[in-house]
């Protein structure tokens, strides 16, 4: 094994012990806004309702079916979306040789999130990177779950973050409507082979690994009790959701 190879083993135990990172994005406050009412302007009738993870969702990258991961395209009503586009082209494609989903999650005040894992059993222990950027809604109400069954909430000045799926973790959401920006599967850190990455994550590491939500810190949690049954998760669509729920 050369020094490069590991160099780099070291820093996928590092960042899969992180369940969550804080992360810095050249992004200004302003440009967050506009992202965010970029999003307020797409019409309701092309959100979804997922049961797994208890949100709502919007798939803006990517395509109709979900388990096709090759021919991914901007969807239609992400075509006003200039902003986003403008932060996936310029910072986040550079990164990802294998370009990721992009959705948005939104949770409206009074909704809980239940406790999930967001992967399958057999990526529990692979390097998954996502990263996350919280363009509406000031408190982060997301949190891992420690051993004693407490919230480790990730803290209210953290407007974009790196997190892991693997990592038992719930919303509770109690104050304003949110709108997460979420960019992961199927891209997967690319094995930290993309320079870009792997100097970017370096630098954050630096900076803010301190102050991270580590697994190993969170004790023995069953992450596995959270992990997705694809027998039992369905999406609905906006009208199938809210035409059911009236029925
Ligand atoms: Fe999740």
């Known amino acids: 094994m050369n020094d490069m190879t590991n160099q780099k083993d070291f820093w996928k135990k590092e960042l899969m012990d992180l369940a969550a990172m804080q992360l810095d994005f050249p992004v200004t406050d302003s440009d967050i806004s506009i992202m965010s009412s970029e999003i307020d302007d797409i019409p309701n009738e092309h959100w979804y309702w997922c049961t797994f993870r208890e949100s709502y969702l919007i798939c803006l990258y990517g395509n ?101 799926g693997a990592a038992l973790h719930g919303m509770d959401n109690e104050t304003e409507e949110k709108y997460t920006l979420c960019w992961g599967d199927p891209w997967t850190g690319d094995d930290l082979n993309n320079d870009r990455f792997f100097d970017y994550i370096k630098i954050q590491y630096e900076k803010h690994n301190e102050s991270a939500i580590r697994i190993s810190s969170l004790g023995n949690v069953d992450h596995a009790s959270g992990i997705k049954n694809p027998n039992v998760e369905k999406i609905y669509s906006w009208e199938e959701w809210h035409g059911h729920k009236n029925s």
């Open 64 to 164: 109709e079916d979900v388990n096709n991961k090759k021919d991914m395209y901007w969807l239609p009503w992400a075509k006003d979306c200039t902003k986003i586009k403008e932060l996936c082209d310029s910072f986040i494609f550079p990164m990802t040789d294998v370009r990721p989903r992009i959705i948005i999650i939104r949770t409206m005040p009074g909704m809980k999130m239940r406790l999930h894992t967001d992967c399958y059993a057999d990526q529990m222990e692979k390097l998954e990177p996502k990263l996350r950027l919280v363009l509406k809604g000031r408190d982060n109400t997301l949190f891992y779950v420690n051993e004693q069954q407490e919230h480790i909430h990730i803290p209210n000045d953290w407007r974009g973050y790196l997190m892991s």
